[in-house]
């Protein structure tokens, strides 16, 4: 049985302003200091400034899908419409930011590699999450019954998160031209300056408040576009 | 359960038997792609044990996803979903094993291809087999009786099986060139594949079958 009521009293709409003015104060944050108080890198100069921007927006891609995979999970357990309005919501930002984390890989590509693109295993890996995600999308967009449409975009969010990993450890497993994770290595501690740490750890918190921002926008949305669909039904 | 997949399977199979142009143009499709290639990149090049296991198994996984009507006619059988499921993804893997064994051994006859490994190259071949249908079936579902399926099912398809067509090609060119180590380990990684993706398959699928 579908329940067709949107959940009352959430608490989106409240947070929402709030979540707007951190995010873009902390997004004003992390960009004063990528540009002006992260120090110059020996080797690569200021064009590895685009890290503050590349490396959130990677995180961004995989937190977005891994949230589609939890709410996928959670509309096949409960059929509440609100993890479809989650799961679409956090697709099409994974989608959005996938697309921009490519673009400012192909900008650092350019005067690091000499190339906009390579078949590198991490380049490829993510152009094949972004196909996988917009696919995703077009499966729902030819779906015109809610219910069914929210049961098999969620066997696909299920099945489709496998990427995730596969993309960020395919430098691991490949000869690639991507350099090793700096932060999150197996041995040892991240492989980065203090103020540089600190400057990538801002933008992370800052992007991510970004995201759940846009978040909390679209699942609105959504869910209000789920209502006008059960008034017209 | 077993019994109830086994005859979605055989009746699935019987139909394969009773018209059996899906293997014999499968086998074709094969057959004319390693003539292409031959004559696209060069005897030399296609050769490459690399290169002719990349066509092999990019041949085969296009060629069986497409086909998604019998689907159709199995929904409305008696039996679970989950039945179903693993019924369809039987049939289709034991099509596909006749399928690799006769595209195979033309490829291997018409590249004049020497293979290091023969029994390793088997299993390579058989886990490779095992590990497409899952996905296969899994996006032939979700694509089920919508508008464009016939352009969704390899847009869905093939992002999700690149780990095990990058296995399956590794493997068998290891196998070809002697590398057994090699040839294992990616075979390994092709049984992990088939099973995690048949096991989500006959958790969360059932549910998208209408």
Partial sequence: ?233 | MIDRIALVAARELRAERRQPDGVVAAVTFIAVLVLLESLVVGPQIARDADVASALFWLALAFDRELEDDALEGLVALPGGRDALFGGKVLSLAVVLVLVAAIGGLLSLVLLDLPVALPLHLLVVVLLGVVALPPIVVVDVVLALRLRARAALVPILALPVLVPQLVAATRGTSAALTGDALGALSWAGLLFAFAVVYTVVGLTIVPAAIE
């Fill in chain 1, 1 to 233: 049985m579908i329940e067709t009521t949107i959940p009352r009293g959430t608490p989106l709409p409240r947070i929402r302003p709030w979540l707007g003015i951190a995010a873009a104060a902390s997004f004003v944050v992390a960009s004063a200091m990528a540009l002006f108080w992260a120090p110059t890198d020996a080797v690569q100069g200021d064009v590895y400034r685009i890290l503050y921007v590349h490396a959130p927006l990677a995180w961004l891609a995989y937190l977005a899908f891994v949230v589609v995979f939890l709410a996928s999970v959670a509309w096949l357990w409960a059929k509440r419409p609100f993890f479809d309005a989650v799961a679409v919501a956090s697709a099409e930002i994974g989608v959005l930011f996938t697309g921009l984390f490519l673009v400012a890989g192909s900008i650092w590509a350019k005067p690091t590699w000499g190339v906009w693109w390579t078949w590198e295993p991490r380049l490829v890996t993510t152009a094949i999450m972004f196909v996988m995600y917009v696919g995703y999308l077009l499966l729902r967009g030819l779906s015109t019954d809610f219910s069914r449409r929210a049961t098999r975009a969620a066997v696909f969010g299920i099945v489709a998160v496998i990427d995730v990993p596969i993309v960020h450890l395919s430098v691991l497993w490949a000869n690639s031209l991507h350099q090793l994770p700096t932060v999150l290595r197996i041995a040892g501690s991240p492989a980065l300056d203090t103020p540089m740490l600190v400057t990538l750890m801002v933008s992370l918190g800052a992007y991510t408040l970004v995201y759940a921002y846009f978040m909390s926008a679209r699942v609105s949305l959504e869910l209000a576009r789920q209502g006008r669909l059960w008034t017209r039904t």
